[in-house]
């Protein structure tokens, strides 16, 4: 099996999640609550519900995969779409001035 690029039907590449921790999450990756080393990571990408007053009708879902301390069972949740795990909600994100060939300084 290989298979890069996107996750495909909710799977998680793990690859990608490992290095997203290695980078941001420096030291030992102690667990807060026993102190072991071994974690789990979620091959699914889950969702934290978010709800309202009224408790009964979700109104939102963040997606986020789910890392487990695979002694006590203690859970971390990541950003699904900050670990690179799905590709983050096309936002109306202004191309910046790529246009401009030489522009090291725009002096006017
Ligand atoms: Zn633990």
Redesign the pocket.
Known sequence: MTENGPASEGKVEIGTIIKHLNEKWPGQKK?P??G?KVWVIADRVGGVVAVKESMVMPSEIYPVVLVT?R??G?VLAFNAGTVGAIEKPTQSEPTQSDEAESGVAADE
Do not use: E, I, S, W
Request: proline content about 0%.
């Open positions: 667990c609550v026993c072991h301390c002694n006590c203690y």
